[in-house]
């Protein structure tokens, strides 16, 4: 059904719920909220995101298959311990996407390059639910968001569609890069590139080591990390190691008396990791203590072969924070140069800019807060943005298993089956995790819940009315690690 309005502009009402991206969290997103026949716009010709526009095809999971799994929809080999390739990866998400009949839904090809609010309120300041302090319902019976989308068959031609409900699934990494900044005549401009040869700065950044260089010392090594991060973090009884939103005297106490432990944790895994890489060698050693790119899910695997091709010379590292270009390469903190053809910059993405690029004010400017971070309420919905929902933008250890518990919590939510708090307390639900987080780790604008993830799933378990202790005996709750299994429909687990 397609409607006109006054204007020039034709309005598809196609669905109530739209979804932005089909990436994991967008396909996750679809199947949960499938009850809604939702239409999910995909700008390029696939599914998979990351894992299909991948720059390097050596690019590996870096979460075992165990933990990186739908509840419903078990890895093939989901006890093989190797790291599955980015194309196994993509393989896995279309098996799930085929069998839960989720592609129907997906508009290949199109992107949504603007997005404008029509709700009741229609003006500039924040809509009446929002000040009255109650969230309100998330389909309303009327169009709250219109969506334009430009189709690659026809660039010029853009097609608004209006939804009720809109779920933001458009990823932190892809389409606008982070460019570092430089000192005034010192940019890429100067640079005179010349033609493309092997030499290549590949970071400048010191970012964490958790894994070794050779294929086979690259899995064994990156097996025993696994295996102290799994002490660390994954049975329900090592929670008390880390602080949390919300908990109690008794459990502040017991968090502060066991900080020594905390902290002889992660200086055993430095040692270890230190002991078993050429980090002080290379330069590479982080300053940082590991327990801060742990809370700030800063853990890599590096590609094969990393360090025999630094023992060969052909990978150079020089640490510098701050370095710019000069005529014929780039120019480091301490004056010296290097003379280059080719610069690769691995600065990252702007992800929030990305979002901030498609939504319009008022909410733009609230995306982001004073701490730099997007105050999303179970990492999920902004309490000052009606009908929209994010999925995919704060991070845990295992972003596949917290897209889809966050999907399922939402699907309950557009279903009426629970009420959010009021917009203050969810602000300040939020606040609480920013302190957590800001205590925790100096990286917290990477906005990441690793350390009270299972808190995390707890809090959305008991809003949908589920279980937060989910395996049954007390036994398992102190032993075994917690993944996505546990989080299966709740009728499954009675
Ligand atoms: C190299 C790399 C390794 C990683 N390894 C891990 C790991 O081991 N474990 C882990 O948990 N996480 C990992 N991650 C994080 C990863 O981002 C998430 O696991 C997850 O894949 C993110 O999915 P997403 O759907 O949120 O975003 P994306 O995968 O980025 O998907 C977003 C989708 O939205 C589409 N899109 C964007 N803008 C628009 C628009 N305007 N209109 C329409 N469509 C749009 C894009 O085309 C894309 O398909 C890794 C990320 C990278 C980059």
Redesign the pocket.
Known sequence: MATADNQTRLIHSVSKVGI???????IAAAKQLSGHSPVV????DS??????H?SYNC?K???PRCD?EFSDYPWAERDNSSFPSHLEVLDYLYGYATHFDVLKYVKFE????EIRYVGNDQTTQLPVSVKSGQYGNLLTGHPVWEVAVQTSGDPNIIQWYAFEFIVI???????IPRMPSFPRNKGQEVFKAKSCTPWIILSLTTKPLVSSSRARKLQLLATRSQALIWLWSAPRQTKFLHERPNQSLFRALLCLLSSPMRMAISKFIESYLVWKLPLVKYGLKPDHPFVEDYASCQMAILPESFFAEAEKGKILFKRSPKWWFWNGGIEFEDNTKLEVDVVLLATGYEGKK?LQS?LPEPFRSLLVDSSGTMPLYRGTIHPLIPNMAF??FI??????HT?ELRSKWLARLVDNEFKLPTVQEMLDQISREMEVMKKTTRFYKRHCISTFSINHSDEICEEMGWKSWRKGNWFSEAFSPYNSRDYCEEENNN
């Open positions: 932005i991206g089909a990436g994991i969290s967008g716009f995909e700008a390029t599914i998979g995101g990351v894992w299909k991948c690019t999971l870096q979460t990186f199109s992107r949504v390059v699934c458009i990823g932190k990494y892809g389409d990305k498609v999925v995919g991070e845990s250890v295992s972003n596949l897209a």
